[in-house]
Structures are given as C-alpha cells and as structure tokens.
C-alpha cells in the first residue's frame, strides 16, 4: 500500500483548470496528486443547476473510497469553495492534513472589486472586465443557494477539525474577503496556521502570477512535514 495521495477540489462555478498550476507543481515533487471535478462543473450553467451541493461533496466522496485502497493517509488540498467541502473529509481516520487557499467565510472585497472594475474601465483593460462579466454568468440563483447551504453547514465543521491545517489568503482577494482565513484559523485552533499573501487575487493560480509560485512552494513545504 502506498503512502500518501493528495486530493484537490476546485471552487464554485469552476473546473480543474483552476487547480492544475498547483497540481502541476506537487507533481513535479513526485506527490501523487488527485484533482477532483465536482458534479455539473466544467460545463454550463444550466447543467450546474441540476446538482446541489450534496452532489459536489458526494464527487470527492467517490474518490476518496478509491482511493483508500490504495493509500494509507489522505491530504484534502481545497481553493476556494473546494476548501469548505475538504472540511467534510476532516474527521475520517485517513485524513492527515487540510490545505484551504481563498476559502469563503466572508463574501466579497468591495474595496478591491471596485478598484478593479474603476481601473479596468479607465485604462480599457477588457480582460480585466471579461473576467468579472464572466464571473457573473458561471452561476444561476438555485446554484448560488447550493453554495450558501454549502458554507452554512460546513462553517460548523471547522471546531472538530484536529488535523494540521495551513490556510493561504491573498489580501487583494476581491471574491473572498481576507479576513475569512483569521475566522478558519480561529475556529480550528493550534493546529491551524495562516498565511497571507501581497496582491494576488481570488483566482491564484490563473490570475496572480507574481504569487503563485510562492503559495505553490509553501503548500508543498507544509504538506513535506
């Protein structure tokens, strides 16, 4: 039986193409690594619609049966929303740690969302602008009630969690406020510990590339101990 595999979930209303920088680089350091699509991701609106919230945990849920036949310890690596559905994994005996990057507990840094849209609209910066229109139409009403169930029930996780846990934030999050990860690290306790990134954005692995390499090296040094 091997050792050691590394799940990774992506966030709401995304796709593995979120997560696969940060796959990438613990694949590089030879980490067995299992990126997860949860259930009506990667395609259209309408297709998320037909799934709750109890779907997406139940896509990680059907990896981790297989993958507990062929590991003995399991690390739960989630970004954004992905990190809340990690948080259902955290009591199983295979659970060794919990990696949260830009997880939700409070939505939205209007400060920065709308310097970004200011900036993006006087120096004609349409990619900037693309990426929040965009944003807007991934996800529906009923998908959005999913996601807040979501964060209702997993927030009440977070004090039985005994696992080691390392929580990266960008401060320039304009989708997940940062003080979210204070709240995480509060409510699990000693074994959580925090880092907060300069700049970045929520989309880190895509969109923040002055820090991406950084977080990558800090999860993988946390995950190495």
Known sequence: MKEDAYVIVHGFGGDLGEIEYLARAMRARGLDVYPVLLAGHGKTKAYLKKYSYRDWIESVKITVHSLRQEYRSIHFLGFSMGGLICLHFAALPETRSLTFINTPIYLW?????????????????????????????????????????????????????????????????????????????????????????????????TRALAVRDAVCEDICRFLSR
Do not use: M, W
């Open 109 to 205: 840094n209007l400060k920065v969302l709308l310097q970004d849209v200011v900036h993006g609209l006087r120096r004609r910066d349409f990619e900037t602008l693309a990426y929040y229109r965009d944003s807007i139409k991934k996800t529906g009403r009923k998908s959005e009630i999913d996601f807040l169930k979501l964060l209702f029930h997993s927030k009440k996780l977070l004090t039985s969690v005994r696992k080691p846990c390392f929580i990266a934030q960008c401060r320039e999050d304009e989708t997940v406020y940062y003080k979210s990860a204070a709240y995480i690290q509060r409510k699990i306790g000693a074994t959580a510990s925090v880092k907060y990134y300069p700049g970045g954005c929520h989309q880190l692995f």
